[in-house]
């Protein structure tokens, strides 16, 4: 005969601890918050007892004592492309270097309402700041009506202040739901890191520069077109009219097929700057398929430096930007806000890598 389910019994709570360790409730406390004022041997005792038991912080109770609940909300778009996603995990890593859990909302439409409900969830779980990753103009319109009562900073390459310049600060507990409030900005400079392929490439003695850009509808083409045509522009160099892609390698193999033709005909460029990486590697690989040579007969150079963009035939030449330093960068400017410091826009520029897909053009 059964003698039936165990009876449950419940975690171990904070005075198991201290009856296992010997100590008081309050030194334990002491210890799981990293006082100083606890002797080493004691901190020692404790944390076995934990270790022992199994015990567990309860963070609800906890947030309901501190009225924190170390948890910073972030709102993403679900883009699979290389940046979006590499900001997120640049995002997440460098909340928990700070002791920071983050909880994801992924959206699909970027509406006043849809913002709205993704507000009332993260207010629900107690959020003390918000990040956005808006690399879409409709994702940051959207946000433009998102007004929380705490800090909130967008990562989005459109237009804003330099380094330096002073923006608002939106205080914790500042105004009720839906009251108005700043929104902050970080951004790696994509103007910047199109100059820097442009001018490279201008400076290897290309006449001109063909540019093959990303959507329109993204911040971050936006950018990386001005740039490259102001590089253009300061050089007196003619500035062809660009090329319009949708990111994708697919596209890229498809302008490249008409490069090329036009390559061998005598009439096609002899340097493209490619809108990311992707474009680049299918222009790339047409280019090889046409017997169009990388670069003797043409420069590629990309953005973003994908993994593996140094081991592309040939390792690609292209624009990194720094997404750790961008997560970082976005962190402490949260942990400024949330201490109510005054905090600025800030710009991280990115950097040129210069590889095997760029020289000269052929005499």
């Known amino acids: 005969m059964s003698d039936g389910p165990s009876p449950r019994t419940r975690p171990p709570a904070m005075s198991d601890v201290a009856r296992l360790a010997g100590v008081s409730h309050q030194t ?3 210890v799981l918050n990293d006082h100083p004022s606890v002797r080493p041997e004691t901190r020692d005792r404790v944390l076995d007892a934990i270790a022992t038991l199994g015990y567990r912080r309860n963070s609800a109770a906890r947030a309901l004592v501190t009225m924190r609940s170390g948890t910073i909300g972030v709102v993403t778009t679900g883009s699979a492309l290389y940046g979006p996603t590499s900001t997120l995990i640049a995002v997440e890593e460098a909340a928990r270097e700070q002791g920071y859990f983050v909880s994801v909302a992924t959206i699909r439409r970027y509406d006043a309402d849809t913002m709205h409900r ?6 629900d779980q107690g959020v003390e700041g918000i990040v956005v990753i808006a690399p ?21 390459a459109r237009d804003h202040p330099g380094e330096g310049e002073p923006a608002d600060v939106v205080r914790p507990g500042a105004g009720a739901l839906g009251a108005p409030g700043a929104i902050l900005s970080i951004a790696v400079d994509q103007r910047l890191g199109a100059r820097l392929a442009t001018e490279h490439l201008l400076g290897l003695g290309h ?3 063909l540019h093959l850009s990303g959507p329109l509808d993204w911040f971050d083409a936006r950018e990386r077109e001005t740039g490259w045509r102001a590089a253009l522009e300061e050089h007196g160099a003619p500035v062809p009219e660009p090329v319009r892609g949708d990111w994708s390698s697919d596209r890229g193999y498809a302008v490249g097929k008409e490069l090329a033709d036009a390559v061998r005909a005598g009439d096609g460029p002899t340097a493209v700057f490619a809108g990311n990486d992707q474009l680049a590697l299918g222009l790339l ?3 090889w398929e046409r017997g169009v040579r990388v670069p003797s007969d043409v420069s590629v150079v990309g953005f973003d430096d994908v993994a593996g963009a140094g081991h592309f035939i040939p390792p690609l030449t292209t624009v990194r930007q720094p997404f750790g330093s961008l997560g970082r960068r976005c962190m402490g400017m949260m942990i400024d806000a949330l201490s109510g410091a005054t905090v600025r826009p800030v710009s991280i520029p990115p950097e040129l890598m210069v590889r095997e897909s760029t020289a000269g053009p052929r005499d």
């Open 28 to 30: 334990v406390s002491r």
């Open 118 to 123: 993704v507000l009332e969830h993260f207010m």
């Open 136 to 156: 879409q103009t409709d994702v940051a319109a959207a946000v433009d009506s998102f007004r929380a009562p705490v800090p909130v900073i967008m990562i989005a």
């Open 207 to 209: 006449a001109t520069v």
């Open 285 to 287: 690989r047409a280019f």
